[in-house]
């Protein structure tokens, strides 16, 4: 006798029964959270260093016992979510700190971080995501702070790029000085770091010398690397382009960055504020014109977040991560391609 066959229905009830039984899994006994409840510091909102301190005590919990936390906070648990929200705190200062012309006060911020870090929690499927809270956390806090700090026009954002790109600035004004032209991207990169390249291969291998094939071939694969962390931020801001997201201008003059920076060997106050208003007008439209995911590829692949670009690989897990779905390298790679040319209309 055939045995009757699995409707779509009874394969789906199968696959949630299946993903609640590896949460089920975890020995929860093992993860003794009873303990750590009883460390936990609580003060006034008015002021936070008790989170901080929270933090400290916090921050090596296993990963069974965030698990078993973030289940007690989603049922209501008040002391697990005092232990989840002392967990990304730190972020949420740190964010605050690296914002640009703030007009609003101080707690105002942090406590739209620490709203966001509850949203989280709430959000957080314990059947789906297998990263930690404060990974996941952080994402909501981030695009929280932006949504509130974008509601008006003042512009007021994060500050990563041109601490990554300052030197890299002072010596393209430098190398125009010395050999009056403007140097290529190349020429540009092995200006600026071909001595520290060499002497670094020197002191790795101090028997090879500089005639030697195998130091020009260690030397050639640094560069090549070196070009490629920089072209990726200048793709957003070029020396020899328009300053734009690839043809993004800015709407009172078609100026390129050349036209933004002192010719000099050191930063202007001028010259300060201008780079400031172009990274501002960029974000501006990243914000203002991408969905969601668009917006966490485009400042993730370019470091805009936390000055670290990352690769299409960690874009894929960290969209999986905040919004649930599994992209694929290439898919990620096209909706890249898809923000970019979004992005030239504006």
Do not use: C
Request: aromatic share 14%; glycine share 2%; hydrophobic share 30%.
């Amino acid at each position: 006798m055939r045995k009757p066959k699995k409707s779509k229905k009874n394969l789906k009830e199968l696959g949630n029964k299946q993903s609640d039984s590896n949460f089920n899994r975890i020995n929860f006994k093992d993860a003794d959270v009873e303990n750590l409840y009883l460390k936990i510091k609580v003060g006034s909102f008015n002021d936070f260093g008790w989170l901080l301190e929270n933090y400290k005590n916090f921050k090596n919990i296993s990963r069974e016992q965030e698990l078993k936390i973030i289940s007690d906070a989603k049922e209501g648990r008040m002391e697990a979510k005092i232990i989840l929200v002392s967990l990304v705190f730190p972020y949420i200062i740190k964010m605050y700190r690296t914002m640009l012309n703030l007009k609003g006060e101080y707690w105002d911020y942090i406590s739209e971080g620490v709203a966001a870090s509850l949203e989280a929690i709430n959000r957080y499927d314990l059947n789906k995501y297998n990263v930690r809270f404060s990974t996941y956390a952080t994402y909501w806090i981030y695009h929280s702070l932006i949504k509130n700090t974008y509601h008006d026009t003042t512009v007021k954002v994060p500050l990563s790029i041109y601490s990554e790109y300052t030197r890299f600035i002072k010596a393209y004004n430098q190398y125009i000085q010395k050999y009056n032209q403007k140097p290529t991207i190349s020429e540009l990169i092995e200006y600026t770091f071909g001595d520290e390249v060499k002497n670094k291969i020197k002191k790795e291998y101090p028997e090879l010398s500089e005639q030697d094939d195998i130091f020009k071939k260690f030397y050639k694969k640094e560069i090549d690397e070196l070009k490629e962390k920089y072209s990726r931020i200048m793709g957003f801001i070029s020396l020899r382009t328009e300053v734009s997201l690839q043809d993004f201008r800015f709407s009172d003059s078609n100026r390129t960055v050349e036209e933004y920076v002192e010719d000099k060997y050191y930063d202007e106050p001028e010259t300060d504020f201008n780079q400031k208003k172009i990274k501002s007008d960029i974000i501006k439209t990243v914000m203002n014109f991408l969905d969601d995911e668009e917006k966490i590829i485009v400042l993730e692949y370019y470091g805009l977040l936390d000055n670290n670009s990352k690769t299409l690989d960690q874009i894929k897990d960290i969209i999986f991560s905040v919004f649930g779905k599994k992209y694929s390298k290439e898919r990620i790679r096209q909706k890249l391609k898809a923000a970019n040319h979004k992005l030239r209309k504006y």
